[in-house]
Antibody, heavy 120, light 113 residues
Framework: EVQLLESGGGLVQPGGSLRLSCAASGFTFSSYAMSWVRQAPGKGLEWVSAISGSGGNTYYSDSVKGRFTISRDNSRNTLYLQMNSLRTEDMAVYYC?????????????WGQGTLVTVSS | DIVMTQSPDSLAVSLGERATINCKSS????????????LAWYQQKSGQPPKLLFY???TRESGVPDRFSGSGSGTDFTLTISTLQAEDVAVYYC?????????FGQGTRLEIK
């Protein structure tokens, strides 16, 4: 059974940093792309970033490029999102999602999400 | 960026009736080399993460009831629920995975009339 468990969310001040983690199990982690998708309170889904199965290719939305870094540790079956220079508009539930293949951002399994609150 | 526009924003349908949600992309998401539409549909129930319903526009994900169907090609797509059940109340999103940035429609809220 595929399981994705996000952690690392919490309250941070504007300009601060946070690192999200997503522990994956139930599938061969290195064989699949992974994504982060966020959802601001009461709003729709916004794709944030994706990484290929090998970790060799990364992709970002314009809204986070230069501030967020996606990475993965295939030996630990864990996905990360390092978030720097956080803004109030980054406040959202952040979902970790498994890709359908090694390269696609089609997401077939999603975690329960972790809430990031950016406020002074 | 490919802009995804869903219609309507919200929809109220009686139990047992048909529900139809439309999704339009600002450019074609049909990849000519494999003749596949890079379009997915997700269902999100209150307080839950999204759930994949369809990919390649019309391929139903395992476990999705066959009252759900996906159709369309190029820039125009449709999600249809043939006979609405109470458990289908949710927000539905289309997503293109043809190119980055990956983009979602704004969502359609489906309720019972």
């Amino acid at each position: 059974e595929v399981q994705l468990l996000e952690s690392g969310g919490g309250l941070v001040q504007p300009g601060g940093s946070l690192r999200l983690s997503c522990a994956a199990s139930g599938f061969t982690f290195s064989s699949y792309a992974m994504s982060w998708v966020r959802q601001a309170p009461g709003k729709g889904l916004e794709w944030v970033s994706a990484i290929s199965g090998s970790g060799g290719n990364t992709y970002y939305s314009d809204s986070v490029k230069g501030r967020f870094t996606i990475s993965r540790d295939n030996s630990r079956n864990t996905l990360y999102l390092q978030m720097n220079s956080l803004r109030t508009e980054d406040m959202a539930v952040y979902y970790c999602a498994k890709g359908w293949s090694a390269t696609t951002s089609l997401c077939d399994y999603w975690g329960q999400g972790t809430l990031v609150t950016v406020s002074s | 960026d490919i802009v995804m526009t869903q219609s309507p924003d919200s929809l109220a349908v009686s139990l047992g009736e048909r529900a139809t949600i439309n999704c339009k992309s600002s450019q074609s998401v049909l990849y000519s080399s494999n003749n596949e539409n890079y379009l997915a549909w997700y269902q999100q129930k209150s307080g839950q993460p999204p759930k994949l319903l369809f990919y390649w526009a019309s391929t139903r994900e395992s476990g999705v009831p066959d009252r759900f169907s996906g159709s369309g090609s190029g820039t125009d797509f449709t999600l249809t629920i043939s006979t609405l059940q109470a458990e289908d109340v949710a927000v539905y999103y289309c997503q293109q995975y043809y190119s980055t940035p990956i983009t979602f429609g704004q969502g359609t809220r489906l309720e019972i009339k």
